[in-house]
């Protein structure tokens, strides 16, 4: 039944029919409303299980990974300097292979301050060892988190559902949330196999020697790619309960066999399906959502874009001195060397909350049709507010200036 | 930088906006004498601020602005939190980096200013909310105390999260009911000023910000003494009207009953032997010098 939930609802009453045993959890914007969403779902004694308040990011993260490591379902939610403050955590739940569940609300990482959305901090973390699924609508979100779990728990390894921040957690949209009987079926209760357990001892997360380092992190880079499979299983058998796909790895839309292609990740994809709609060219054009970044579907890829003569991609993080995007990078490493590969153009846009509009595809299809589009670049830059103003270099504090003077 | 450094070409007086002329009137930037009784004609430090009309935060801010000993050699480093939409709009050089780091920055800048001008007054002051001296930063407020970094903590207590709407702070008050606490908060408010004084604070002192004066006396006292001994911690409450329910002009009342006998507010202050005698030593020499003053008038 269709409901108008505000994605951050939605999120809260999705994992709340995973029955997670531990929630713990720290506000951040715009990540706040789901987690007191849960608390109130646990006060009100629809979820049974445990909520932890905490300190920091750093400490839920610590205490989810506890949870999970005594055989718990568990569960927590965060944002931008949140997910960074929790980096160190996040390496190490990866690395032990531990499952648990995360909703990142997509936001900017400071400085310069914002609380708005972009893609930087959970791309900041791509590295950690987390599979990282991106959704494009609060139905996605819904979906997405509850295969999360399934995914988590199958591979051994932690998942983060990344859904924009206000675009998605503050936005109300029709949803269906899926019968508890369905989500019951689909999702067995949490069975860990390496769980602390005093009748059979186990020593976790030992020092390493550079005898055996290297194997261990092949199994893990192993497992995540492995774990492709296991994304598409669930994506397939929740269609089966639902009638509804997530998207798997990446999927297309538009004219499978258009020339320009225009690939992103997350929400701004309902943008350019509704710009698509009423576009002049719009047989020209094949858009590709990209759902799993991690692991990175290079052979998927590889395919979708078949035909292309241009892929645009949509960047909406930075790797500052890299000389693109970081989807960008990856999407050009993927197809590098593979014969006929369309021209890449990198193009980020929506930093830090700037509005995506609906005319955003055609400026992007625009620049496809010019030869001299660098390889690179803002799409969406004011320069007439590229001011003295905001250049934090050029400023020198006077008194600084006259103890200059003092120098030879 | 003192205001007398600006002079003002008379000729041009009459075409000075009314803002800047207030300025050079009434501007207390330099002067020794600055206290609370500044508040109403000097608006140079702090003059509007972005928070919720009659939010006691701001308040407490114009008593501290008026209070500092030396503003134009101070630095205050804030923390994320509604403190941070008024460093903005005010005139003390000033840092906010991320949410709990304030006495690590604090720490470094203290430090530096101490090295590059070993001869000169340089006043640190953190101004930070609860959560971010309390919970989040913790670890760093405590580890500057157990240092002995020679700079002022400043907390602004409203007993929660009110950037983030209102959720439960390890100041809260037990049984409090908050978001993400529906059920009323489960543990002790965090007896912080104790520990303060068992980390090594020379100075602690815990009220509200309902008495001008008392505030002026506090704020100068604590700088005075993490100037020349060691690190000095006040917490003042500042209640969120908006998240405890009350009204634009209530926040007044709302201090002046926390601070009655037996309430948690009730001031209270701590102070080390070597501290007071530092301040009875300046107290002394000041009066000696009103009275030398009025001899010799
Ligand atoms: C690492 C990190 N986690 C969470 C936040 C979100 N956040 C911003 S302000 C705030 C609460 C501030 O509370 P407090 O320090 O008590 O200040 P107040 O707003 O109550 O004055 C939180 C949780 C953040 N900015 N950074
Ligand atoms: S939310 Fe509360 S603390 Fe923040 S400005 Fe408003 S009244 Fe003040
Ligand atoms: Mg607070």
Redesign the interface.
């Known amino acids: 039944m269709l409901e108008a939930l505000e994605g951050s609802q939605a999120i809260a009453r999705a994992v709340a029919m995973c029955r997670p045993q531990v929630v713990a ?5 715009p990540q ?1 409303h789901i ?2 969403g849960l ?2 779902l646990i ?2 004694g629809t979820l049974s299980a445990q909520y932890i ?1 905490v ?2 990011e750093f400490s839920a993260a610590s205490v989810v990974m506890g949870a999970s490591a005594a055989g718990s379902r568990s569960y927590t939610a965060s944002a931008a ?1 949140g997910i960074l403050l929790m980096t160190e955590v996040l390496y190490n739940t990866a690395g032990l292979r531990i499952p648990t569940v995360m909703t990142v609300a997509n936001r900017a990482v ?1 400085a310069p ?1 914002s609380i708005w959305n972009d893609h930087q901090d959970s791309m900041s973390v791509r590295d950690s060892g987390w599979i990282q699924l991106y959704c494009a609508s609060n139905q996605e979100a819904v979906d997405t988190t509850i295969q999360a779990f399934f995914i988590s728990e199958k591979t051994e390894i932690p998942v983060m559902v990344c859904v924009d921040g206000y675009t998605l957690t503050h936005t109300l949209e029709p949803v269906d949330l899926p019968a508890q009987e369905d989500v019951d079926a689909f999702l067995p209760p949490f069975r860990f196999r390496r769980t602390l357990d005093p009748g059979a001892p186990l020593t976790v997360g030992t020092l390493v020697s550079p005898d055996f380092f290297t194997e261990a992190r092949y199994i893990n880079h192993q497992a995540i790619e492995n774990a492709k499979e296991i994304i598409r299983e669930a994506d397939d058998l929740f269609f089966g309960l639902t009638g509804r796909r997530s998207g798997a790895l990446i999927s297309q839309s538009g004219n499978p066999s258009g020339k320009t292609g225009v690939l992103v990740m997350g929400s701004v994809f309902g943008t350019l399906s509704d710009a698509l709609a009423s576009h002049d060219e719009k047989d020209q054009i094949r858009l590709l959502k990209l759902r799993s970044f991690r692991p990175f579907p290079n052979e998927e890829l590889r395919e979708a874009v078949r035909g292309l003569e241009t892929l645009i991609v949509l960047d909406r993080s930075l790797s500052p001195g890299s000389g693109g995007g970081i989807l960008g990078m990856e999407v050009r490493s993927a197809l590098f060397g593979q014969k006929s590969a369309p021209r890449i153009i990198n193009a980020v846009a929506g930093l830090g909350g700037r509005d995506l509009p609906l005319s955003l595809l055609g400026s992007l299809v625009n620049l496809s049709k010019s030869p001299d589009t660098p390889e690179f670049l803002f799409a969406d830059i004011k320069r007439s507010r590229i001011s003295e103003e905001i250049f934090p270099v050029k400023k020198t504090n ?2 600084e200036k006259s103890s200059w003077k003092n120098f030879p | 930088m003192s205001k007398e450094k600006i002079v003002i070409n008379p000729e041009f007086w009459d075409i000075i906006p009314q803002d800047y002329r207030d300025l050079v009137d009434h501007a207390t930037y330099g002067k020794t004498d600055r206290g609370w009784k500044d508040v109403g004609s000097s608006t140079e430090l702090i003059a509007e601020h972005s928070l919720c009309a009659g939010c006691p935060e701001s308040i407490a801010f114009r008593h501290i602005m008026a209070s500092i000993p030396a503003p134009e050699d101070t630095v205050m480093v804030g923390s994320t939190g509604c403190t941070s939409l008024v460093f903005p709009m005010v005139a003390v050089q000033n840092i906010h980096s991320l949410f709990g780091n304030q006495n690590a920055i604090a720490t470094g800048l203290k430090r530096a200013l101490a090295y590059r001008f070993p001869n000169q007054t340089k006043d640190v002051i953190v101004l930070a909310g609860d959560g971010a001296t309390v919970d989040i930063g913790l670890d760093m407020t405590l580890q500057s105390w157990f240092r002995q970094e020679k700079f002022t903590t400043i907390c602004f207590d409203n007993e929660l999260y009110a950037n983030t709407g209102g959720q439960e702070s390890g100041l809260m008050q037990k049984g409090f009911v908050a978001k993400m606490a529906p059920q009323g908060k489960k543990f002790e408010k965090v007896r912080l000023p104790e520990i303060a004084r068992e980390s090594g604070c020379a100075y602690v002192a815990v009220l509200t910000t309902s008495k001008p004066s008392l505030v002026e006396r506090v704020v100068k006292q604590a700088v005075l003494i993490a100037r020349e001994i060691g690190p000095t911690y006040l917490q003042i409450y500042t209640p969120c009207i908006l998240e405890i329910g009350k009204q634009s002009m209530e926040g007044l009342q709302e201090m002046r009953d926390s601070e009655s006998a037996g309430e948690r507010f009730k001031f209270r202050e701590f102070i080390t032997p070597e501290a007071q005698a530092f301040i009875d030593d300046m107290n002394a020499k000041k009066k000696a010098d009103k009275l030398a003053a009025s001899a010799n008038n």
């Open positions: 959890a720290y506000p951040i914007t706040t987690v007191e608390s109130g006060s009100s308040s300190e920091s300097q400071s301050l006077h008194a």
